[in-house]
């Protein structure tokens, strides 16, 4: 009769049971999250250097310097006094050159080149940057594969962001404009902040666990995200007003503040036909617009933030407060900026503190979505 076994008795004791290994989930993909992440962050970097210099380009008039769009061999600039001789002559064409610079020489000419040369050369690095990368962390296995399509988008993105760029600059070599068009500089600059956004918000991705972003986001808080999203959309659409305001050089008219021309609406309004054209062309009309819409925003981002200051999250509650700073110091920045005319140096820095409350607002966002759970210990 064979011998009666206990229920808690261990069975096959001469088979070693491997226990599962902590982090199998990533396997294989955990050692090339810090590529990843410096990657992005070099992208990231580029472009905020991208935006800042087109900004220059824009404030010191280079934009039409070069009247040509070759991505290959328009990365060698004039080398011989021939060739500088011919990207001048081409120059000579533009209504910008023959109504406004015909007293410009070729010294001149070389200052205003070498800025919208720089720009170009930074888009060409910014594209060469995401292709090298992306092609060694995915020949390497070092590309996660929940970012694989997501990183895979930045190129077509990048791609697109010139060919905006090259359709803005041509807008203002028509022989009628003296400045490129306020609307494709709008499209260019907006291009420019989504990508910038879309890439940060990648990079957020990257540098948490797969597991660690299935566990916060069981606890997202849903009502915070939402409006948080609102509020990213809100100064994404501030960002364009800005860029309208930019194009046609309206921040250096009506420099008192808060009224215009000592009155709350500027002067002869709707003076330009048809009237679609106001909305881009009256400097009056595109600068009462950019300064209402901040004060909206401002009292939609005080909303917001008293929101925030609920979460159970003391990460996602400290990134809605810097939020909140860098907006009231945009503000006031703005307001110096008009009534000192908007030299270009507060310009840029305006343009520059728009960069960092983009991403500020993304991170927000992101952190509303995606919370960082931190455990607070009792005091008792």
Excluded at 207 to 219: A, P, T, W, Y
Excluded at 326 to 353: M, Y
Aim: with cysteine.
């Amino acid at each position: 009769m064979a011998k009666k076994r206990n229920v808690f008795e261990d069975t096959g004791s001469d088979i070693k049971v491997n226990a599962a290994e902590k982090g199998a989930i990533e396997q294989g993909e955990a050692s090339g999250r810090g590529a990843v992440a410096v990657w992005l962050w070099m992208l990231i970097i580029l472009i905020v250097a991208m935006i800042t210099v087109g900004g220059l380009t824009r404030l010191t008039d280079s934009g039409l310097s070069i009247t040509e769009w070759d991505p290959v061999m328009g990365a060698i600039p004039p080398l011989t006094t021939s060739a500088w001789t011919a990207a001048f002559d081409a120059y000579k064409t533009t209504a910008e050159f023959t109504l406004q610079n015909m007293a410009m020489n070729i010294s001149e000419f070389k200052i205003i080149f070498w800025w919208e040369w720089g720009h170009r050369q930074l888009g060409r690095v910014i594209g060469l940057v995401w292709f090298g990368g992306f092609t060694f962390l995915l020949v390497s296995g070092k590309l996660p594969k929940n970012l694989r399509f997501s990183v895979l988008l930045i190129g077509p993105f990048i791609g697109f962001q010139g060919l905006i760029g090259w359709l803005m600059v041509n807008s203002g070599l028509d022989g009628v404009r003296v400045d490129v068009a306020s609307y494709w500089l709008m499209m260019h600059l907006g291009a420019a902040f989504a990508l910038l956004g879309y890439i940060y918000w990648i990079a957020q991705i990257s540098g948490r666990r797969e597991v660690d972003l299935l566990q916060s986001r069981r606890v997202r808080e849903h009502k915070l995200f939402g409006m948080s999203t609102g509020l990213m959309h809100f100064v994404g659409l501030q960002v364009l007003l800005g860029a309208l305001v930019a194009g046609i050089d309206a921040g250096r008219n009506y420099t008192d503040w808060p009224l215009m021309a000592g009155g709350f609406l500027p002067p002869d309004l709707f003076s330009l036909t048809p009237w679609w054209r106001n909305f881009f062309e009256d400097d009056g009309l595109v600068q009462f617009i950019h300064r209402m819409s901040a004060y909206l925003l401002f009292c939609y981002a005080i909303i917001v933030v008293r929101r925030a200051r609920f979460s159970a999250h003391q990460v996602t509650r400290s990134a809605f407060t810097t939020v909140m700073i860098l907006l009231l110091f945009q503000v006031v920045l703005g307001i110096i900026t008009v009534l000192n005319s908007s030299p270009w140096s507060l310009a840029i820095f305006h343009q520059f503190t728009a960069i960092l409350l983009w991403l500020a607002v993304v991170r927000g966002r992101f952190l509303a979505g995606y919370p960082i759970v931190t455990l607070v210990r009792s005091s008792k």
